[in-house]
């Protein structure tokens, strides 16, 4: 049982290139999400989904798109990277319970633009 | 508007005493608040949570407590240990699937 893996781990790009992040969990979670992590700014939810097909924006959406084709995997698209990109990327998964939706992470991707 | 807030960016502690984390928050309509704990290059863990209807919860040597009134809540280490240090996130939950989270406290236990 991997739980929420990611890839890849590291990636540097240049401005203007564009890439895709992928989380998979194995836990038939039926909600996923994907963070930011900046220095001072905690966890930011960037787009999550809650259930396959269905996707929505969060707190930080512009610059990134997003895809849930199945129920297992959750991708996170740069079209276009600006160095404001520049971060720790969080992809998470959760399912509801009595206590609420606790979320799962995975061990994030450092991604650099330049 | 920032909905949960954890005012020190960091706090340090000798092994052995107690740690004590705080969170404020704004939000009237969370439902329960979580605790997760992250190490260096890893991703956050789930470490404790409470339920807005309780004041306190314990597991083992971390304890959180809730002051609704306030709109206040900590957590607590006792005895700490070197291997607590980490950066400790608080986050809010409610009726959504979505969690708000606080910007992290960094804990360090020295030796």
């Known amino acids: 049982n991997a739980g929420v893996t990611q890839t890849p781990k590291f990636r540097v790009l240049k401005t203007g290139q564009s890439m895709t992040l992928l989380c998979a969990q194995d836990?038939?979670?039926?909600?996923m999400y994907w963070y930011r992590q900046d220095p001072g700014m905690g966890l930011r939810l960037i787009h999550y989904?809650?259930?396959?097909?269905?996707?929505a924006k969060g707190e930080v959406p512009d610059g990134y798109n997003v895809s849930r084709l199945k129920k297992q995997n959750f991708l996170l698209g740069l079209e276009s990277a600006a160095p404001s990109q520049t971060s720790v990327y969080f992809c998470?998964?959760?399912?509801?319970?009595?206590?609420?939706?606790?979320?799962?992470f995975g061990p994030g991707t450092r991604l650099t633009v330049t | 508007d920032q909905q949960v807030k954890q005012n020190s960016p960091s706090l340090s502690v000798q092994e052995g005493r107690i740690s004590i984390l705080n969170c404020d928050y704004t939000?009237?309509?969370?439902?329960?608040f979580l605790w997760y704990k992250k190490y260096p290059a890893e991703g956050p863990t789930f470490l404790i949570s409470?339920?807005?209807?309780?004041d306190k919860n314990e597991d083992g040597r971390f304890t959180v407590f809730l002051n609704k009134s306030a709109k206040h809540l900590s957590l607590h280490i006792v005895p700490s240990q070197p291997g607590d240090s980490a950066v400790y996130f608080c986050?809010?939950?409610?009726?959504?699937?979505?969690?708000?989270f606080g910007t992290g406290t960094l804990l360090a236990v020295q030796p």
């Open positions: 986050a809010g939950g409610g009726a959504t699937n979505k969690l708000i």
């Open positions: 989904s809650v259930g396959e097909g269905t996707t």
């Open positions: 998470a998964s959760s399912f509801r319970h009595p206590g609420g939706y606790e979320q799962y």
């Open positions: 939000n009237s309509m969370f439902d329960y």
């Open positions: 409470i339920s807005s209807i309780k």
């Open positions: 836990m038939n979670h039926e909600y």
